[in-house]
């Protein structure tokens, strides 16, 4: 077939890793119980950053050009010897995954990590990857991170704050775990983490900082201390005062929510603006406590990112499984925020077959009728597919997908006004992402 319906070669890997393309068979992507094939005009070249992946425990599922059927394979047909496993692509941030690797989990498989598992196949160019761009702009290109400047970053800031304990905090995610957040702050550019919170009051199924024993492994140890005040600014007043539309944020992969540590927040945020009114205050967070957040308004906090993996209840509490708030607490403090000025995005975490049903469609669009929040950062599930689909349709029921990018289209079209992204924007655009426009390509920090 010729043209942009070109198929594209369907992958696998060996026990020992080894990836390869099995001629006569075609990739194929899943978007729910819907199983697609893999063309040229439903994919996009491998970005740099992107990570291939074999799924352990998994079975292949390829389309068969010969019988022309969808074909399970636990062996490769060529080396019947030979056992394979599907693989899926990792992609990096601004990608949003349009179909998951399409594959079978027998029963007793234990859960993927926490990854997102985009669906990925071979063209005679490389490879190629269902996704679709929500955001240019290359805050966390890997490139434009030379490790040799990171540590330049991080022997200055020494230096600079040598007793500060959040800033030797964030050399070990720099450094150790290449949190690309911490890595902007040691290059002095974009946004800066400014992680607190020891504790959370949700249980995540795909918390990258804390999971029950024996069942999934935690990506980075949670912070062990709670910052003081005074650590927290000056951390905060270093980035603001060396970047130009500076970004500091509440809320990182290494602790738990933010609110939990709302009192010494605060303060820190109290310092801060004695000392100057420049950069953006940001907190992603669960927005469970609204009286809280009112009081982090009032001390001065600029903008909130609040995650959510559905906008109907019983699926918000299968995913967050909340402990001593509800959904309607999440509700509230967008309304206060909305009443205070404050710039208001949300973290939905999509996958392909949930995210894109017609039911959460409709919840989706209901909310942003109602609340018009500002923005839509649109972030790839880290979570096993599979298992997470089964959790959801026992929570709301089993739906039919109608598609990533008609759900994107529709959503534009609806709410013309309603900034797509993935990065959490500077002040000095609000009044620009106000107005409609998709957040623009900033490249005024690039390190090359």
Known sequence: ?????????????????????????????????????????NTRPLEYGAELMLLPQRQVLAYNLRTRKIE??????????????????FNPP??????????LKPAAAQPLPLFSYGAVGWHKDGFRSAVTVVDTE??????????????????????TLPGNRLRKHLEKCALVYGCPAGKNFFLGRYEAPLPTSRTCNARCLGCISWQPEGRLASCQERIGFTPTAEEIAQVALAHIEQVPKAVVSFGQGCEGDPLMAAGVIR??????????????????????????????????????????????RNCYRAYFRPRGYRFDDVLESITRAGAAGV???????????????????????GFQEKYRVNMIQWRNLNFDPLIYLETMARACGPDKPVGVEKLLEETRSRFPGLV?????????????IGKGADNELDRSQDIV
């Open 1 to 41: 077939m010729g043209g942009k319906n070109r198929f594209l070669a369907a992958l696998v890997a060996n026990r020992q890793g080894q990836i390869f393309e099995l001629p006569g068979f075609v990739a194929l992507g899943a978007d729910g119980t819907k199983i697609e094939r893999l063309t040229l005009s």
């Open 72 to 89: 399970k394979l636990v062996r490769n047909p060529y080396d019947r010897q030979e056992a394979i496993f599907p693989v899926a692509a």
């Open 94 to 103: 601004g990608l949003m995954v349009t179909h998951t690797c399409a594959h």
């Open 138 to 159: 290359p805050r966390q290109d890997l490139r434009r991170m030379p490790e040799e400047k990171i540590r330049d970053g991080v022997k200055k800031m020494a230096g």
């Open 267 to 312: 303060k820190a945020i109290g310092i801060i603006r004695r000392r100057t009114s420049a950069g953006t205050i940001n907190m992603n967070t669960n927005a469970s406590l609204p009286d809280e957040m009112a009081k982090l308004f009032d001390a001065g906090l600029d903008s909130i990112r609040v995650s959510l993996n559905s906008l109907r």
């Open 343 to 365: 710039h208001v995005a949300v973290n939905y975490l999509n996958l392909p077959g949930f995210t894109d049903t017609s039911a959460e469609m409709e919840a989706f669009f």
């Open 420 to 432: 797509f992204g993935y990065f959490n924007p500077p002040k000095e655009k609000f009044d620009f």
